[in-house]
């Protein structure tokens, strides 16, 4: 059974940082692509972020570009998405996906995704 859960989100002023984890089991964590999406009621799933599963190839959405940083530990089996200069519009559910071996053009494909964690909530106030 694979299963990825997330960690680390929260209440943060404008303005502040969070770190974001993500563990896998019941996976090769190397052979993998991982992803961070995000999600408001009302909006489709939204590309965030992701590291390809060489560790060669990231991506970020514009929106988030300067202030969002992906990594992986593939010894731990954990993707982290660490967050910046948070702004009240990244308030969402942030969720985090895994993909076999991907071709680093499908990497903010929502659809191309094997896996999905539960997800875990991040407000920004202020």
């Known amino acids: 059974q694979v299963t990825l859960v997330e960690s680390g989100g929260g209440l943060v002023q404008a303005g502040g940082a969070l770190r974001l984890s993500c563990v896998g089991s019941?996976?090769?964590?190397?052979?993998?692509?991982m992803g961070w999406f995000r999600q408001t009621p009302g909006k489709e799933r939204e590309f965030v972020a992701a590291?390809?599963?060489?560790?060669?190839?990231?991506r970020y959405s514009d929106p988030v570009k300067g202030r969002f940083t992906i990594s992986r530990d593939n010894a731990k089996s954990t993707v982290y998405l660490e967050m910046n200069n948070l702004k009240f519009e990244d308030t969402a559910v942030y969720y985090c996906a895994a993909d076999f071996r991907p071709h680093p053009h499908y990497l903010s494909d929502r659809g191309r995704y094997d896996y999905w964690g539960q997800g875990t909530q991040v407000t920004v106030s202020s």
């Open positions: 019941g996976l090769i964590f190397a052979d993998y692509g």
């Open positions: 590291v390809d599963w060489t560790g060669d190839f990231t």
